[in-house]
């Protein structure tokens, strides 16, 4: 299984970014697949979710309104649009996949990882 992220760089703030998550070796209409970010010295903390079948999204409170999660079940990738970026999102942002329901807040409900694209967002 192999989840690569992509996207990431260098925006200004109030920019955008679209991330998206390519995903390999998996059935990935049966994943739901989330959205994590770590900080530098922070711990990894959860940004957006979505379900198996896209019929739910869930958010972090620090996401809402700005961030968007979608998912292509044809193209085995999962996107997070990224609105208004403040550079308090600076942040490593990893993808990842959890087989059927998992509480999409908790990093520990996820069976694979992707190995993360660095968003720095300047003020």
């Known amino acids: 299984v192999q989840l690569q992220a992509s996207g990431g760089g260098l925006v200004q703030a109030g920019g955008s970014l679209r991330l998206s998550c390519a995903a390999t070796?998996?059935?990935?209409?049966?994943?739901?697949l989330g959205w994590f970010r770590q900080a530098p010295g922070k711990e990894r903390e959860f940004v957006a979710a979505?379900?198996?079948?896209?019929?739910?999204?869930f958010y972090a409170d620090s996401a809402k309104g700005r961030f968007t999660i979608s998912r292509d079940n044809a193209k085995n990738t999962v996107y997070l649009q990224m609105n208004s970026l403040k550079p308090e999102d600076t942040a490593v942002y990893y993808c990842a996949a959890a087989l059927g329901t998992p509480t999409y807040g908790n990093s520990r409900s996820y069976h694979y990882w992707g190995q993360g694209t660095l968003v720095t967002v300047s003020s």
């Open positions: 070796g998996l059935s990935f209409s049966n994943y739901a």
């Open positions: 979505i379900s198996w079948n896209g019929g739910s999204t």
